[in-house]
């Protein structure tokens, strides 16, 4: 088997066991605050879940761009086993915390060294051949996906079966795991020799030369439009199951199959969009997706009935296949092989602000607009996307790339 295949399959793998792990936990994390914690008031636990719960994106927001220099300095591999093996050591001592304050600086460390997703992303990137990137997008994607999904089913059957803090010391051995697979079968073709000496610039020197690039800044204004639009109303849409479904019974179960319902069409529909890319073009893909997604939000909505909801959900979930990777891909597309590393680390330094940023103005506007006007406002900020990238990228599309 050629070895980018190798390297996908692996790290496929790898994505599913640490997206699995860090979901793993979201189920119970109240529950573990007030059980094994000691918190009792439910606006105390309310509060610092959320801290708790943010703590992980603003670190790794400020340290991304960070890690994806030295990825272009020592080895795209080097920084996939750093994050991982750390994640796995915080992952297994959040089972040994005490208080709220020891899993917010555990939670916040984790950010800190976080990077085993986009160190994924680049590394692929770096060793799919140009004509098959797009699959081997949509494919890595489909993984994190997975685990997005099932984890947070797993963690739920967990927590009645063997307790909150086993679950952590479970998460960190997975992670472990995979991290070991990673560094026995991964191989990275990078030239250190080579890069030790280029000229090194420092963070902010690095940004300025990436702004530079034409396309580059609109995917990542992109990305963070899809996690805006997708994380504004995603804390309200459980109360909007309850509101549409009218009665407690049963009530988790819709609830949970409303939030998976996007995943798993999700997980379907990236390989499938990533390949046709591959076929006409990842700018055109990104293009119909923004279209298709900004659509999908309207009908979520107008919905009367749980039905309806979960059906539009899951019409979103096969758009948004088409654009985190097709996006990836792009990065690939425009960026310097010396810069590969920063590219995505900036990229995801920009998926941590639409995490952070999407909830907050969610609870914000919720009182003022409700739900229903988040859908729209979610929809409104993937169409200013689509005009952007109509603009940018698809209006200078080369002739070359059409079918």
Not at 212 to 227: E, N
Not at 375 to 402: C, D, E, I, M, N
């Amino acid at each position: 088997m050629e070895q980018w295949k190798i390297n996908l399959i692996v790290l496929w793998f790898g994505q599913f066991l640490v997206n699995a792990g860090m979901t793993m936990i979201l189920p119970f994390m109240s529950l573990y605050l007030q059980f094994d914690l000691g918190l009792t008031d439910p606006h105390e636990i309310g509060v610092w879940a959320g801290i708790i719960f943010a703590g992980n994106f603003v670190t790794s927001f400020i340290f991304q761009p960070i890690w994806g220099k030295y990825a272009d300095r020592y080895g795209r591999k080097v920084m996939l086993l750093r994050s991982g093996f750390g994640m796995a050591v915080v992952m297994a001592l959040m089972g040994f915390a005490t208080t709220p304050w020891h899993l917010l600086l555990l939670r916040m460390l984790n950010g800190t060294i976080s990077g085993f997703n986009p160190a994924s992303v680049s590394l692929v990137s770096a060793t799919t051949p140009k004509n098959k990137t797009g699959f081997a997008m949509g494919t890595l994607q489909s993984g994190g996906i997975a685990g997005t999904i099932l984890g947070p089913l797993i963690g739920g059957l967990l927590a009645d079966t063997i307790g909150y803090r086993p679950i952590f010391y479970l998460t960190g051995s997975l992670m472990f795991a995979a991290s070991l697979l990673a560094l026995w079968v991964v191989k990275d073709p990078f030239n250190r020799s080579a890069a030790a000496k280029a000229e090194q610039d420092s963070v902010r020197e690095g940004l300025l030369k990436l702004a530079k690039i034409p396309g580059l800044m609109p995917l990542y204004a992109v990305t963070f439009l899809i996690q805006f639009a997708m994380m504004s109303p995603m804390t309200l849409i459980p109360l909007f199951v309850q509101e549409l479904h009218g009665t407690t019974a049963n009530l988790a179960l819709w609830a949970g199959m409303v939030s998976s319902a996007t995943g798993l069409s999700n997980m379907i529909a990236s390989p499938l969009l990533g390949k046709l890319s591959d076929r006409v073009g990842s700018e055109r893909i990104l293009g119909v997706s923004l279209v298709g997604a900004a659509v999908c939000f309207v009908p979520q909505a107008l919905s009367h009935t749980v039905w309806q909801l979960l059906l539009s959900r899951f019409a979103l979930g096969i758009f948004l296949g088409g654009l985190n990777p097709t996006v990836n891909a792009l990065i690939r597309k425009y960026t310097p092989d010396s810069m590969v590393g920063r590219a995505y680390s900036f990229n995801s330094s920009t998926l941590a602000l639409g995490n952070m940023v999407g909830p907050i103005v969610g609870g914000a506007l919720s009182g003022p607009v409700g739900i229903q006007g988040l859908f729209v406002l979610s929809a409104a900020s993937l169409s200013g996307g689509t005009v952007w990238v109509w603009q940018t990228l698809l209006r200078r599309r080369k002739p070359a790339s059409r079918l």
